[in-house]
């Protein structure tokens, strides 16, 4: 696939690294000669320096061999020229667009990004995306991530296993025998900067970072097993009244956990924007880094902090500063990625890197073959995939065991009419199917084929 990314800043440096890791051809443009240099040092794609709604740099790039042109510049306004330019010059099939400004989003304008007016195929709002990744992880204490896949019915988690996990040594064959009932299966696991797939006589250990599929009504019972039977956040602060802050705060009103919701936000006419617009929500007009402020926000009877601020040293800062005051756990929203690698060492128990939200949301749009949604992991070295079996497929008719993934492939959960079913080898696949997986970066064009039909493009 020949793929054109717009604007090389860490969205789009992440999502051509990820592209180009599975030999696309890409190519990036950018304003910046120093974001292109970094780029061209680092990926094995064509960069090229210049202005990407620019029709003479679109035509550098061959826009009109691409399938794909993805715009995720710092400006919307950009963004959508890209894109018009895009399919009225070049007829590229597939446009896709970040859109930061919410007011381009009203229902109201609906009809704006039509074929007709500004033909977007697929618009990413990041702030938003990053508020319900946000609200996920609120909904399952104890979990540092959670993906909904088949409606909701099936659900991929994160968790770290501690000395309070009760399965650690033990084969991962026998937690059937233990648990009879427990509809989870271990998906992967990253121990010592390492990602595999795990098999069914390797064991668990104390410091894992593990994803494991479950059926989303025994999601309680299955944290219990993992060692996590953490209480829901009632008592929450948001700290930061950004996009990102106030769009958490509104799901949270329409939430029925939160019982007590508080923005602190350092400006005062945002905080003043934010009073007007909050229904349920307690906004504080002060700076997250002031304990007096922090005081005033209950701090000490607050169940977790949420610091989404433009600026990753007050989010943490701010995040330890409330747990040292009495705060029970803190959720940190972190842009720069070294910064992520010393989460557990400094006391904050979950981070979230905006970027990982929104490269899985621009990817699960490109993928081939009939898959339905998919999540990035680890920096891309492993995706989980929700497909669907086609008659006419590869996967129709055959046994998981028959496919030959082994170690490449985990099958988690199976939807048939509605039913879920937890797989195994013998386990055969039949049309309708809604599948969730996990494949290793170099598996999935392995996976796009096997769910592909023969008539069956995207």
């Known amino acids: 696939m020949k793929v054109i990314v717009c604007g090389a800043g860490q969205v789009g440096f992440n999502i051509a690294k990820h592209l180009a890791g599975q030999n696309n051809d890409v190519t990036v443009i950018d304003t910046s000669r ?16 210049g202005y990407a709604s620019d029709p003479d740099m679109l035509n550098k790039a061959a826009a009109a061999d691409a399938d794909l042109l993805i715009a995720v510049t710092q400006s919307d306004e950009v963004n959508m020229v890209a894109c018009q330019v895009a399919h009225s010059l070049f007829s590229v099939p597939t446009k896709v667009a970040r859109i930061r400004n919410q007011a381009y989003l009203k229902p109201g304008w609906r009809d704006l990004f039509s074929r007709d007016n500004m033909p977007i195929d697929v618009i990413i709002s990041p702030e938003l995306e990053v508020a ?3 609200l996920r992880r609120l909904e ?97 602060v948001i700290v930061g009244g950004g996009n990102i802050g106030y769009s958490l705060a509104k799901l949270l009103e329409k939430s029925k956990s939160a019982t007590n919701i508080k923005i602190i936000e350092q400006n005062v006419e945002r905080a003043n924007w934010l009073a007007e617009r909050l229904q349920h929500t307690v906004v504080i007009n002060g700076d997250a880094l002031d304990r007096e402020i ?55 128990d979950v981070s979230l890197d905006p970027r990982e939200t929104t490269v899985s949301s621009i990817v699960r749009h490109i993928r081939r073959g009939r898959i339905r949604d998919l999540y990035s992991l680890f920096d891309g070295q492993a995706e989980i995939i929700e497909a669907e079996v086609l008659e006419g497929s590869g996967a129709v008719g055959k046994a998981l065991g028959e496919l030959r993934l082994h170690g490449e492939v985990k099958f988690g959960m199976i939807v048939r009419d509605d039913e879920t079913l937890v797989p195994d080898s013998e386990t055969v696949l039949t049309s309708g199917d809604r599948v969730v997986m996990l494949s290793t970066r170099d598996a999935v064009k392995k996976v796009e084929q096997l769910f592909s039909a023969r008539a069956d493009i995207f």
């Open 140 to 236: 399952v204490p104890g979990a540092f991530n959670m993906i909904p896949f088949i409606d909701g019915k099936v659900r991929m988690i994160g968790l770290t296993l501690d000395e309070d996990c009760p399965v650690v040594d033990t084969p991962l064959r026998q937690l059937t025998e233990l648990f009879p009932k427990l509809q989870t299966i271990v998906m992967a696991v990253y121990r010592n900067n390492k990602l595999f797939v795990p098999r069914s006589d390797d064991q668990l250990q104390v410091g894992d970072t593990i994803y494991i599929a479950v059926e989303a009504s025994t999601t309680e019972r299955a944290m219990a097993v993992f060692g996590h039977e953490e209480d829901a956040a009632h008592r929450i």
């Open 34 to 49: 120093e974001l292109i240099r970094k780029i061209s040092d680092s990926l094995d794609v064509k960069a090229i320096v």
């Open 132 to 134: 319900q990744a946000l």
């Open 294 to 348: 922090l005081t005033e926000a209950n701090i000490s009877e607050t169940d977790t902090i949420v610091s989404v601020a433009d600026d990753d040293e007050v989010n943490i800062l701010s995040s330890l500063l409330a747990k040292q005051l009495g705060c029970v756990k803190a959720i940190t929203l972190m842009n720069n990625p070294i910064y992520g690698e010393l989460v557990g060492s400094i006391g904050i």
